[in-house]
């Protein structure tokens, strides 16, 4: 019997390899992404960026993003980010607790390396320079000696820096899925991207 079945299984190997082989000789590659070609992309974060404070999401962390591919293995683009969530911020003494609001915004220019091994699929990992804004607001009263205590402030902004390491899957020769992780908007997102040029 188990010489049955690996006889079997050797024909089915032997039969899958032949017919790949016919198909991939009278298969000519496209390649999809290349130089010159402008991309728009939208991603959901999946990981968000608060997930170790314990913050509750009130709308999933959103990013925008258009590319330009410089060359067949570089390109520049820019990213915008939002995030919103609920925060709780217990006392030392554990005598009260705090609510807040967190709204984050966040603009980048990213600079990415592309590693494009077959037509329709797309490594890529890269870094960004940007800014990001945050605006909190208390739930639970006006700001006083607590927030100072804990530097809590109702916005700053701050300069920005970051990487990211992706892939995009080409399911049309203008229609993308992609997946990446990095420093922005949150730790991981997915979403859809479409060719503009």
């Not at 000519?28 to 314990?54: E, M």
């Not at 990213?110 to 945050?134: K, P, Q, S, V, W």
Request: with cysteine.
């Amino acid at each position: 019997m188990k010489n049955t079945l690996f006889l079997l299984s050797a024909v089915v190997v032997i039969l899958m390899n032949t017919q790949t082989a016919v198909e991939a000789q009278s298969y000519r590659p496209t390649r999809i992404f290349k130089h010159g070609q402008a991309d728009i992309r939208i991603g959901v974060g999946v990981l968000p960026t608060y997930a170790k404070a314990n913050a509750r999401t009130a709308v999933l962390p959103v990013s925008a993003c258009l590319d330009w591919m410089l060359s067949n293995q570089l390109s520049l683009g820019f990213s915008a980010g939002y995030s919103r969530y609920g925060m709780s911020k217990v006392s030392a003494g554990k005598e009260f607790i705090r609510d807040y609001t967190n709204q984050t915004f966040q603009f980048a220019g990213r600079f990415a390396a592309h590693f494009t091994r077959t037509d329709n699929l797309d490594i890529y990992g890269g870094i960004e320079l940007g800014a990001e804004h945050i605006r909190i607001q208390s739930e639970s009263g006006p700001f006083g000696d607590f927030e100072h205590l804990y530097g809590i402030r109702p916005q700053r902004s701050h300069l920005r820096y970051g990487a990211c390491l992706g892939l995009r899957y080409a399911v049309t020769p203008k229609t993308t899925i992609f997946g990446e992780v990095g420093t922005g908007i949150a730790l991981a997102q997915v979403g859809v991207g479409k060719r503009l040029r």
